[in-house]
């Protein structure tokens, strides 16, 4: 069975643009969480979806927005960057308790 | 609010050391608990997830412990190998009505040297 992918795996844009990232699940996994990673803050819950639906969200401002397809592939979209959301963007799938996660998009904003 | 803390922040031992890595919480009301570990630039692998009802898991050289009242968990690493250089983390998971919610630490940056 395929992984988690994301992509791109590396981005680079300036401050004030927006920007798109993907995921594939794994085939079968319904649900599908996205992490912020920082060097200080850590791991940081933006958001999950099932089955189309946001159904848990974290404190992240407005600007962070997501979505999931029927397919279960999701995007978020990040709007207006700010200098301070350069980070590693994870996301994670899974079918019960156990969370796989895919190797990350790593976003520079200058 | 619960609080995950792992500690040390970084451990650096020789080849073919026994070593723990730990993990602790602040509210004993968890569903389970995982430990990850993560390569330089890379995402996650889930190494054990230990269901709230349970007290261990084990996998290979790994074995992961759980004690809820005490609010701690441990990670047992034998006969330790430069390959298992990596950070671990763990996370906890908690619901709030239906919405589930991860609770990570910063982390453990583990160095085993040749």
């Known amino acids: 069975k395929a992984g988690v992918t994301q992509t791109p795996r590396y981005l680079i844009k300036t401050r004030g643009q927006q920007v798109t990232l993907s995921c594939s699940p794994i085939s079968g996994h319904r649900s599908v969480s996205w992490y912020q990673q920082t060097p200080g803050q850590g791991l940081q819950f933006l958001f999950e979806y099932f089955s189309e639906t946001q159904r848990n969200k974290g404190n992240f401002p407005g600007r962070f927005s997501g979505r999931q397809f029927s397919n279960s592939r999701s995007e978020m979209n990040v709007s207006t960057l700010e200098l301070g959301d350069s980070a590693l963007y994870l996301c994670a799938s899974s079918f019960a308790d156990e969370q796989f996660f895919g190797p990350g998009t790593r976003l520079t904003v200058l | 609010k619960q609080e995950v803390t792992q500690i040390p922040a970084a451990l650096s031992v020789p080849e073919g050391e026994n070593l723990v890595l730990n993990c602790s919480f602040t509210?004993?009301?968890?569903?389970?608990l995982q430990w990850f570990r993560q390569d330089p630039g890379k995402g996650l692998t889930s190494l054990l997830l230990i269901q709230s009802s349970q007290r261990e898991q084990t996998s290979g050289r790994l074995n992961a412990s759980l004690d809820k009242s005490s609010g701690r968990s441990t990670l047992y690493i034998a006969a330790s190998q430069p390959g298992d250089s990596a950070t671990y983390l763990c996370a906890v998971t908690q619901f709030a009505g239906n919405n589930r919610k991860l609770i990570w630490g910063l982390g453990t940056s583990l160095a085993v040297n040749p």
């Open positions: 509210d004993s009301a968890i569903y389970n």
